[in-house]
């Protein structure tokens, strides 16, 4: 998969899904929706955890950053199956600009962010590595 | 989320993305096709490594069996989102009866396998927690 498509099929997907790890390797899955920026991904919490405890994602991201996202598509038809993947090391941004301007993406990207701006905290994921996958094709 | 439609959303779903381990805690995710059966998610290698080498998600469960699969409905309506989850331990199965069954059962499930069933091993994840969450309602 070219560059310039593989950077595009993940900026305009609507959900990726966040691999992070846990104590004792334990590996935790979860959909997030997202902005591409640069070489950036964000993402941020819109919501307060029901329970009062942390979300399992953030507890395992501040003792291990390590993180991967996929996206991707299914049909029946198996040779337009695709998928792209990003690793990086995921940071709890504190108040500041870089966090205003990732949920202003956000924003511009779903508008039901527009309707309830997410009021939780932005998580900002280095890209340090791309692979991707076609199905009617060699891997990328 | 009830638990009838926890395991029925499971079952009918194309694809789950299932997050791994590896060394150092570093995690992995990719999508896959499987088959719900009893308390047992099975998933097979339909193909083998470009490369020759291993796929990762092997590497990572043979040094740690912990897997997680998510799958997920995404609409524009987000009080229409809703996600299933199951942790468990994963096994790569030796050739014999288990694996031909979950073969029969992926080939049922997917026409694509009837028509070229999976050469490689399949792979059984015994389902030790679920979890759901529905974008309308608290999280089960």
């Given at each position: 998969m070219e560059g310039d498509l593989m950077r595009r099929r993940l900026a305009e997907a609507r959900v990726a899904r966040l691999a992070t790890s846990g104590p004792g390797g334990r590996p935790h899955v979860v959909p997030v929706c997202f902005v591409l920026d640069g070489n950036a991904v964000y993402w941020a919490i819109d919501h307060k955890p029901k329970s009062g405890r942390p979300l399992r994602r953030?507890?395992?991201?501040?003792?291990?950053?390590?993180?991967?996202?996929?996206?991707?598509?299914?049909?029946e038809r198996w040779?337009?199956?695709?998928?792209?993947?990003?690793?990086?090391?995921a940071e709890l941004?504190?108040?500041?600009?870089?966090?205003?301007?990732?949920?202003?993406?956000l924003s511009a990207k779903y508008p039901q962010y527009q309707e309830r701006r997410p009021g939780g905290p932005v998580v900002r994921v280095r890209v340090r590595r791309w692979a991707a996958w076609n199905g009617a094709g060699p891997a990328a």
């Open positions: 953030l507890e395992n991201i501040a003792l291990n950053p390590a993180v991967e996202l996929v996206v991707d598509h299914y049909s040779d337009e199956l695709w998928w792209v993947r990003v690793a990086g090391d941004l504190g108040p500041g600009p870089e966090g205003e301007r990732a949920l202003d993406l």
